[in-house]
C-alpha cells in the first residue's frame, strides 16, 4: 500500500488462541465503527497457556504474518499469554507497525481495592511471565496491593467448548479460594474470562461476597488502539456507502467459530478456514 489513504482503509488485524479475543473485538467495534477488522482465532492450536514460551512466541508471529499479508495496518494481540511471549518479537519483526497487547489490569486492581488484596485469575504462562512478575513487584510495591494469583488450569478449554457446566465448577473451584482469602477485586487475566463474567458474578454472590469488583482490560485495549491509530494518521473516516468489514480466520472449524460469534456477541461475519505457518 503506497499511499496514505490505502492505508487508511486498510484493516486492522486482531487474534487470539481462540475465542477469547471477541471480548477484544466487542470494544474496538465499539470504539472504532468505522474500521475494517480482520479477526484470527487459533483454535486448532489452542490454548497456548499451556505450551512453551518459544512455541508459543513462533506461532504468534505466524499469525501476524497471516495478518500482515492480508494488508494489516496494525495488530491488537488480543491474547494475555501471547502479549507475554511474543510481543516483543512481533514489534522487532514489524517495527513500523502499531501492535498493541494485554495484559492484566494490576494498576487499576490496586486502585479498586479496599481490603488492599486483589486475585488475579490467569493462566500459567501468564502468571509465570518475567513481564507479569516485574509488573506485579513494581505494583506492589507502590501501592502496598496484596497480589493473590489463581493459576486456572483448564478454564479456557471449557469455555472454547462451551461447557457451561464444566466453566462454572472450575470458576467455583478457582473464584471461591481468592474470596475466602479477602480479596475483594479480581482481574480477568486473560481475554476468555469476560466472556463468562456473568458466571463469575454468579459464582461470587453464591459465596456471599459483596461489592466485589471485576477488572476487565479490553475497553483500555482499544483506547490504546484509537491513540495510535490516531497518532499515525491512520484511522479510516467513515465513508458513505461502504461499511467497515470484518473478515474471520481460524485455524479449526469454520462452523464452530460462526456459531460463537453469535452466541457470544451477536453477530455473523463471514468466517474462512486457514492455517499460519508450519504450527
Excluded at 255 to 270: C, E, K, V, W, Y
Aim: aromatic share 4%.
Amino acid at each position: 500500500m503506497s499511499s496514505s489513504t490505502s492505508l487508511n482503509d486498510a484493516p486492522v488485524g486482531i487474534f487470539d488462541s481462540g475465542l477469547g479475543g471477541l471480548s477484544i473485538l466487542r470494544h474496538v467495534r465499539a470504539q472504532l465503527p468505522h474500521e475494517h477488522l480482520v479477526y484470527v482465532a487459533d483454535t486448532g492450536f489452542a490454548p497456548y497457556g499451556d505450551k512453551p514460551e518459544h512455541v508459543v512466541a513462533e506461532r504468534s508471529l505466524a499469525v501476524a504474518r497471516f495478518l500482515v499479508e492480508r494488508g494489516a495496518k496494525a495488530i491488537v494481540v488480543a491474547c494475555n499469554t501471547a502479549t507475554i511471549s511474543a510481543v516483543r518479537l512481533m514489534r522487532d519483526t514489524f517495527p513500523d507497525l502499531p501492535i498493541v497487547g494485554v495484559e492484566p489490569g494490576l494498576k487499576p486492581a490496586a486502585a479498586l481495592t479496599r481490603s488492599g488484596k486483589v486475585g488475579v485469575l490467569a493462566t500459567e504462562r501468564t502468571l509465570a511471565g518475567a513481564k507479569f512478575l516485574q509488573l506485579r513487584d513494581q505494583i506492589t510495591q507502590a501501592t502496598g496491593a496484596q497480589f493473590l494469583l489463581q493459576p486456572c488450569r483448564g478454564l479456557v478449554d471449557k469455555i472454547e467448548l462451551g461447557d457451561t457446566d464444566g466453566t462454572r465448577a472450575l470458576l467455583q473451584r478457582y473464584v471461591t479460594p481468592l474470596l475466602d482469602a479477602g480479596a475483594d477485586t479480581l482481574v480477568l487475566g486473560c481475554t476468555h474470562y469476560p466472556l463468562v463474567q456473568a458466571t463469575i458474578e454468579d459464582v461470587i454472590a453464591s459465596a456471599g461476597a459483596r461489592d466485589v469488583a471485576l477488572v476487565d482490560t479490553g475497553e483500555a485495549v482499544a483506547r490504546q488502539l484509537v491513540r495510535l491509530l490516531d497518532a499515525g494518521r491512520l484511522l479510516r473516516p467513515a465513508t458513505p456507502g461502504v461499511p467497515a468489514r470484518l473478515d474471520a480466520y481460524t485455524s479449526a472449524s469454520a462452523t464452530a467459530l460462526s456459531a460463537a460469534f453469535n452466541s457470544l456477541i451477536g453477530i455473523d461475519p463471514p468466517v474462512h478456514e486457514a492455517t499460519f505457518g508450519a504450527g
